[in-house]
């Protein structure tokens, strides 16, 4: 079993410079070309670009490289969005709980076939001294951007029951060596805002979820009593049990569906 708490915490931003010195920039709007690299780091979120195509396929930009440096549009095929909604059929309970980790499993299950369309996001580590050198690292505002594009894509995929979608916030912003983002979801129960905080593991694991009040008190998602919202077993279906209307599949599902199906360790 993996070990779900980091070794210590440090500032998600590694850049010079004011937090408001580099707004996005033109080539953030509309679609641009399938990859761009060396663009000017950006000290806050961009915000979601992605669409639904016809076929059911999904094409979106996905940001890596620490502060949104590399920016790649990749499109996640219609059989790989029913591949996700398969597992998440699994996480179908209507508690509060079984609702957030559907939520966190939609977003580790889209973080694997980002990874299958750009291989080097396997380098990024947690937080960011583990990987300060590899192709394909993942920072805070990288991590908050991807997991509300994916986020708002499940969301408009009604994948996301019981949630809203709103804009990533940030804590500590004055800070430089503890400012961090986030991406928000909102209780339609009641307005409860939660954050959803993927940079904390590494990409291609479950995030971490947690009232957005307590994480800007740089609370421990992975710290009682939040770490029961945060379980980390070893494959998904410790994680979520299937529904009796399901139980009838194959006890054994194929080699290409457990693979998926394992939580990297």
Known sequence: MLDTRPAFTVSCLLLTGLLWAIPPGPLDAGWGRAK???????????PSDYRIN?????????????SCSSREFVTFSAADMANVKGYLTQCA??????????????????????????PT??????????????????????????????????QDLGQLPGFSVTNPEVR????????????????????????????FRPHGHLPF????????????????PYNKANPYPVSIQELCPLPQRVAAEPAEPPASRTAVATLRR
């Not at 912003?173 to 009641?190: R, S």
């Open 172 to 199: 500590n912003l004055l800070d430089f060596h503890a400012v961090h983002w986030t991406a928000v979801v909102t209780d339609k129960n009641d307005g409860k805002l939660w954050s959803v905080d993927s940079w």
């Open 93 to 118: 309970g209507d508690s509060f709980h079984d609702r957030v980790q559907r939520l966190r499993v939609g977003i580790w299950q889209l973080q694997l076939v980002a990874q299958k369309y750009i």
């Open 121 to 154: 996001l396997t380098n990024d580590r947690e937080i960011n001294e583990f990987d300060r050198d590899v192709e394909g690292r993942l920072d805070c505002v990288d991590s908050s951007t991807n997991t509300t594009t994916y986020l708002r894509i499940l």
């Open 36 to 46: 761009d690299d060396g663009l000017d780091p950006i000290t806050r979120p961009l």
């Open 209 to 224: 979820v947690m009232p957005l009040a307590d994480w800007k008190k740089d609370k421990k998602a992975w710290e009682s």
């Open 54 to 66: 016809k076929d059911g396929s999904i094409t979106l930009r996905v940001c890596y490289n620490w």
